[in-house]
């Protein structure tokens, strides 16, 4: 069985910094995406990571977002900086093989 948990989340002021993680159970990573969806928006891609190792970044967040895994741990992560009160949602990690979604977490940022 296949599964997915988000962690990391949580209230930040802004210009702070959160580091979510994704940890997989049951298959071996290769291209994860990271979701968010905010209160009365739709759900939208924020990051990428693929099998080659390489990235994809929404514009929204370009430069302040970084997405990377650890194989070994089998877990992915998205280092997220500069944070502003627009990127408050509940982000969701999602293997795009096999269309898998972990519960999610919440970020809040907020003065």
């Known amino acids: 069985q296949v599964q997915l948990v988000e962690s990391g989340g949580g209230l930040v002021q802004p210009g702070g910094s959160l580091k979510l993680s994704c940890a997989v159970s049951?298959?071996?990573?290769?291209?994860v995406y990271w979701y968010r969806q905010a209160p009365g928006k739709q759900r939208e891609v924020v990051a990428r990571?693929?099998?080659?190792?390489?990235?994809w970044y929404a514009d929204s967040v370009k430069g302040r977002l970084a997405i990377f895994r650890d194989s070994a741990k089998n877990t992915a992560y998205l280092q997220m900086d500069n944070l502003k009160p627009d990127d408050s949602a509940d982000y969701y990690c999602?293997?795009?093989?096999?269309?898998?979604w972990g519960q999610g977490t919440h970020v809040s940022v907020s003065s």
């Open positions: 999602n293997l795009p093989l096999g269309d898998y």
């Open positions: 990571i693929f099998a080659s190792g390489s990235t």
């Open positions: 049951g298959i071996g990573i290769e291209s």
